[in-house]
């Protein structure tokens, strides 16, 4: 048994709740504590937050003004610094942990399990491969650390009210100067965060524009939902990349997930098949989505969405 | 720039339903259609056309894998890449040994900039650029979206949960390309018997002293749980009250 090591993800005040699955993954391996790192520039205040996670021995924020913003290149060095006393590394699956992890294990000289989404052992794992289309028992080796990411829509939220022991480190590690970050350009939104919302709606390209998805918003704004769309949505350009739900973009677990005009790719597909309902509305009834659909409609969305609006008020 | 080098992987064309062998051994890839990895294929097409654009000289496919990748490799070369080089091997891969090999490859040609996909969408492990920006020692831009280059640095956008995210990487660097990056070209039929002539290098994992470690048993393959088919409602209100009755509304 050994010690785990978890990488906190947040935006320089909150920690993101990708930190609190990874905290759920870890208890289900055989441990002798679980420790969270923050790499910010005063992290005590999330530091705090990840201590008040059930299951969390201690938490250590590495204050350094070069952890302003993620990069992955400076932080990868200083996780290699604190990692000598754990013998598991892990991260979320979201696009800081992916760019952030794999530099971490090729700094340690070892592999990667990429997208942990059950724990069988210490060291045996399964994961999605081929867009979820077959899910893989891969077993590393226990003579070295393991670095892994976790899928988030795996796991459920760790509990609160832990009171782990919170510690400010330094850390002796060279920071490159080779990558300088810019800026973030986040849509600005009141809605509820696509990732960790209880019920989203989705739309696909029979929206037909960007003023046609207006639709989709008015009807989330109504029942509180949170927004996502299909890469072909998002590649017409009707909403913005951080709305792509699939493969490629984010894994969702809503309790509740409408699809409005979505065929089902099984690209698509796979970021909501951990969904608790799902509900499919479709003009076209051979629709692969009604597959997997626990409620089925086959109808015009434009004539659903309108509908749906009104007598929900 | 001189040179760009650009990572193609060979995989189960994305159009392919996959099946999971009834032994659990791994998925059916006998007879199946075979494709250059989607993710790579912007990766080449963005080399392509930053050298179209005068910012670079020379653009070299490189794929690890058996002797089958040299089709990918000719395709990468149809669309314009000038010369590929094949690491030949039958044995799985994993993304650390990957990037070690790249690196080889990296030491013999000193591109300035690596551009791979960001996954490939058989393992879906999204590693290999960030592990050989790694062992590099250089900078990575994961998942992009744009890139401008000036002064010897590559401004980047990343694709990120949150938005989109520019940083300032110096060159040499390993960038990594997301969906949006570019739309790829269609090859014409002249550039293919153009391919033909264009050379393709051949070279084993000894030649470049690595030996595989790999790290991961793959145990088992299953297929996903799949979900139940639901029931069906004839409009609106059937709708509505399917969803009361669950407690969704």
Not at chain 1, 32 to 51: H, K, L, N, Y
Request: with cysteine; charged share 25%; glycine share 8%.
């Amino acid at each position: 048994m050994g010690r785990i090591l978890i990488i906190a993800e947040h935006d320089g005040s909150t920690l993101n709740s990708s930190t609190s699955k990874c905290v759920s993954c870890a208890a289900g391996i055989e441990n002798d504590g679980i420790d969270i790192v923050v790499f910010a520039t005063s992290g005590a205040g999330i530091a705090s937050q990840a201590a008040g996670l059930a299951g969390v021995a201690k938490v250590l924020h590495v204050d350094n003004e070069a952890n302003a913003n993620p990069l992955a290149a400076v932080i990868a060095p200083q996780v290699v610094a604190i990692a000598e006393p754990y013998s598991h590394i892990l991260g979320p699956s979201t696009t800081f942990g992916k760019d952030l992890m794999p530099r971490v294990a090729a700094l340690l000289g070892v592999g990667q399990v990429s997208d942990i989404m059950a724990v069988l052992g210490p060291y045996t794992f399964q994961r999605p491969v081929y867009a979820g289309e077959a899910i893989v028992t891969v077993e590393a080796s226990a003579d070295r650390k393991l670095v892994g990411t976790v899928r988030s829509a795996s796991y459920k939220a760790a509990a609160t009210g832990g009171s782990a022991a919170v510690e400010a480190t330094s850390v002796d590690a060279n920071l490159p100067t080779h990558s300088r970050y810019g800026e973030l350009k986040a849509a600005a939104s009141d809605r509820p965060d696509l990732q960790t919302a209880s019920r989203v709606i989705c739309g696909g390209r029979a929206l037909g524009s960007k003023e046609n998805f207006e639709m989709v918003f008015k009807l989330a704004d109504k029942i509180g939902a949170a927004v996502g769309a299909t890469r072909a949505a998002v590649d017409a350009g009707y909403v913005s990349n951080e709305t792509q739900v699939g493969q490629t973009g984010k894994i969702i677990a809503p309790e509740l997930y409408i699809a409005f005009g979505i065929s089902g790719a099984i690209q698509h597909v796979t970021g909501i098949k951990d969904a608790g309902t799902i509900v499919a509305v479709n003009k076209d009834a051979e629709a692969p989505i009604f597959e997997i659909a626990d409620i089925g409609l086959v109808a015009d969305l434009f004539a659903v969405i309108p509908e749906l609006e009104s007598k929900l008020g | 720039m001189k040179k760009i080098m650009v990572g193609l992987k060979r995989v189960v064309d994305y159009n392919v339903r996959i099946r999971v062998k009834p032994d659990g051994s791994g998925v059916i890839t006998d007879g199946v259609k075979m494709s250059i990895n989607p993710f790579d294929e912007i990766a080449l097409e963005e080399a392509l056309r930053i050298k179209e654009r005068g910012e670079a000289e020379e653009v070299i496919a490189v794929s690890i894998g058996p002797a089958d990748a040299q089709q990918q490799l000719r395709t990468g070369l149809a669309m314009g890449a000038d010369r590929a080089i094949l690491v030949q091997t039958d044995k799985l891969v994993e993304p650390l040994d990957a990037a070690r090999t790249l690196l080889k490859l990296i030491e013999k040609e000193s591109p300035e900039l690596v551009i791979v996909g960001k996954q490939a969408i058989d393992d879906d492990n999204g590693q290999t650029g960030a592990m050989l920006a790694a062992l590099w020692d250089r900078p990575q831009g994961t998942c992009v979206s744009e890139v401008t280059f000036a002064d010897g640095k590559a401004t980047v956008t990343r694709e990120v949960d949150s938005g989109l995210e520019t940083i300032e990487v110096d060159l040499p660097a390993v960038l990594t390309a997301d969906l949006r990056l570019n739309e790829p070209r269609y090859v014409k039929l002249p550039d293919i018997m153009k391919a033909k002539r264009k050379p393709l290098e051949t070279v084993s994992l000894d030649d470049l002293g690595i030996a595989l470690d790999p790290q991961l048993e793959i145990v088992k393959t299953d297929p996903p749980a799949q979900r139940q088919k639901g029931v069906m409602v004839e409009d609106v209100d059937g709708l509505i009250s399917a969803l009361k009755d669950k407690g969704l509304l």
